[in-house]
T-cell receptor, first 113, second 113 residues
Framework: QQQVKQSPQSLIVQKGGISIINCAYE??????FPWYQQFPGKGPALLIA?????SEKKEGRFTISFNKSAKQFSLHIMDSQPGDSATYFC????????????FGKGTKLTVNP | KAGVTQTPRYLIKTRGQQVTLSCSPI?????VSWYQQTPGQGLQFLFE???????NKGNFPGRFSGRQFSNSRSEMNVSTLELGDSALYLC????????????FGPGTRLTVT
């Protein structure tokens, strides 16, 4: 069964701090790893994504680190802001001809001012 | 470019009824996927359509079905509604691999009473 495990379930960070969310997968047949941000009452919004041939990708304050041998990937939010308070989901897409995404359970991030 | 649109945004139905939800993808996107989001199970893949054909299906009962039209718009149908079908139903559209970033709509909040 294809699974993605995400931790922690919730995270509280002070403004200006670094938020780190981790995900691990059990099946090697994934070839695309996106992160989504979701605010209450909204659909998930694509934040940043990485493919397994790259170990790190940075876009602004958001960085994905990818460890293929350990089957782990993580999201780092630098200089966290109160506006970053949201639920974050990691996901993985199985190889093959479909665009299916397997999601982690989500991390609720709270950034205190 | 307009984003993914979903109608209706909110729906209240009675157990045993059926419901049809609609999704209009981003212009040019031919792949449409549907997901169910609940507090307990998180985001779960329902099915994916490409060029009017179902390419992949999640682990949901046959009461859940969908279709895609020639203009890429998609509908999903749930028959014989159960209380447990109460959820946020999300539609996502994408181009196809290798450019398969998925963009989500705002969702349809279905409440079954």
């Amino acid at each position: 069964q294809q699974q993605v495990k995400q931790s922690p379930q919730s995270l509280i960070v002070q403004k200006g701090g670094i938020s780190i969310i981790n995900c691990a997968y059990e099946n090697t047949a994934f070839d695309y790893f996106p992160w989504y941000q979701q605010f209450p009452g909204k659909g998930p919004a694509l934040l940043i994504a990485i493919r397994p041939d790259v170990s790190e990708k940075k876009e602004g304050r958001f960085t994905i680190s990818f460890n293929k041998s350990a089957k782990q990937f993580s999201l780092h939010i630098m200089d966290s802001q109160p506006g970053d308070s949201a639920t974050y989901f990691c996901a993985a897409s199985p190889t093959g001809g479909s665009e299916k995404l397997v999601f982690g359970k989500g991390t609720k991030l709270t950034v205190n001012p | 470019k307009a984003g993914v649109t979903q109608t209706p945004r909110y729906l209240i139905k009675t157990r045993g009824q059926q419901v049809t939800l609609s999704c209009s993808p981003i212009s040019g996107h031919r792949s449409v996927s549907w997901y169910q989001q609940t507090p307990g199970q998180g985001l779960q893949f329902l099915f994916e359509y490409f060029s009017e054909t179902q390419r992949n299906k999640g682990n949901f009962p046959g009461r859940f079905s969908g279709r895609q039209f020639s203009n890429s718009r998609s509908e999903m149908n749930v028959s014989t509604l159960e209380l447990g079908d109460s959820a946020l139903y999300l539609c996502a559209s994408s181009l196809v691999r290798p450019n398969y970033e998925q963009y989500f709509g705002p969702g349809t909040r279905l409440t079954v009473t």
